[in-house]
């Protein structure tokens, strides 16, 4: 069975810019959460989507969005792009029960750097 | 404001004995706490959970304790290995309202397991 799989690995980006993550979860699971981790922070948890709709959202601003297609698939989108947002950013699949409660799996993430 | 706290950011132990890690939260309305292992360049791995209805969940070599008094989950490793070298988050989860729930990670404990 495929694992998670997050495109790009390795993205550079000046602030102002905005940018794409994508992230393609395991065949058969439906939730798909985003988490940004940092030196400072740790890991935080941004959003979950489940069955194409944002279901859970931590407190990130509006600069952070997303969305999920209908095969599951999930894109993260950050605009007016700020120093603070370099990143490692995972996403993580689930078959889709109560949020958390479903064994998630991580994909290796997108390191972004804001320059 | 840090909801969970793990105040050792690193630990060391010989192979054979037992490994374990602590984990501190301050939100009474916590009802799911999980444990994560990461290894360098990798997504988190889940190791174990346990819901706030139990204060104990054993998995092989994996026990998670749960005392809701005192606040405080801890993660038992017996016997440790080399191979459970890695970093440790505990998570935990809560309805945030109106049935949207967060998950809320530690900062992490090195651990590194001495042959």
């Known amino acids: 069975k495929a694992g998670v799989t997050q495109t790009p690995r390795y993205l550079i980006k000046t602030r102002g810019q905005q940018v794409t993550l994508s992230c393609s979860p395991i065949?058969?699971?439906?939730?798909v959460s985003w988490y940004q981790q940092t030196p400072g922070q740790g890991l935080q948890f941004l959003f979950e989507?489940?069955?194409?709709?944002?279901?859970n959202k931590g407190n990130f601003p509006g600069r952070f969005s997303g969305r999920q297609f209908s095969n599951s698939r999930s894109e993260m989108n950050v605009s007016t792009l700020e120093l603070g947002d370099s990143a490692l950013y995972l996403c993580?699949?689930?078959?889709?029960?109560?949020?958390?409660?479903?064994?998630?799996?991580f994909g290796p993430g997108t390191r972004l750097t804001v320059l | 404001d840090q909801q969970v706290k793990q105040n050792s950011p690193s630990l060391s132990v010989q192979e054979g004995r037992i490994s374990i890690l602590n984990c501190d939260y301050t939100?009474?309305?916590?009802?799911?706490f999980l444990w994560y292992k990461k290894y360098p360049a990798e997504g988190p791995t889940f190791l174990i959970s346990?819901?706030?209805?139990?204060d104990k969940n054993e998995d092989g070599r994996f026990t998670v304790f749960l005392n809701k008094s005192a606040k405080h989950l801890s993660l038992h490793i017996v016997p440790s290995q080399p191979g459970d070298s890695a970093v440790y988050f505990c998570?935990?989860?809560?309805?945030?309202?109106?049935?949207?729930?967060?998950?809320?990670f530690g900062k992490g404990t090195k651990l590194s397991v001495i042959p």
């Open positions: 998570a935990a989860s809560a309805d945030s309202g109106a049935g949207s729930y967060q998950l809320t």
């Open positions: 346990i819901s706030s209805i139990k």
């Open positions: 065949s058969g699971h439906r939730s």
């Open positions: 989507y489940f069955s194409e709709t944002q279901r």
């Open positions: 993580a699949s689930s078959r889709g029960g109560r949020a958390f409660t479903d064994t998630q799996y």
């Open positions: 939100n009474s309305m916590f009802d799911y």
